[in-house]
């Protein structure tokens, strides 16, 4: 495909860096998804599967960044989002910014965007649970519980079908 060089202010370049994720988005698919892949459709079916969602949450004293990487793991898993709709979701209801989140499970995590997507494909979670037993060591007990519970409702929702 043909490209094109064109010239952007900086308004315009900082709207478009924060619809970006790290790592993985360029200015060109920044504005092919808001122009042609319809943001504002993808954005009320995030908000719609919001409304249905019920947030997980946590004991006292757990890390904001456990916490974060495990919702997004239940929105995924349990609600059938993407990675960026679950973090979004996550953001909107931690009301926070979207890059937070994402810092969580990649920065914190020392992984790539596109990593934890494979780790997040993977049905049982295995690389991705010991992961994240070896960063949170004195929350083990929560996180095989976590785990647990995704498993149990998996199970349940396989023999309920």
Sequence with gaps: ????????????????????????????????RILLGGELSRLNEVNRKAAVSIPTSF???????????????????????????????????????????????CRQLGKRAYEIDRLLEDQNLVELRALLERKFVNHRELINSFFASLNSRKNNEVHHA
């Design 59 to 105: 004991p006292d004293g757990v890390p904001k960044a456990l916490a974060q990487i495990l919702e997004v793991i239940h929105e995924v898993k349990k609600s059938g989002r993407n990675r960026r709709e679950a973090t979004n979701l996550v953001a909107q209801r931690r009301n926070t910014a979207p890059q937070t989140v994402i810092d969580k499970y």
């Design 1 to 32: 495909m043909q490209t094109y060089k064109i010239e952007i202010d900086e308004k315009v370049w900082n709207y478009l860096k924060s619809k970006a994720e790290p790592f993985e988005d360029t200015p060109n698919s920044v504005l092919n």
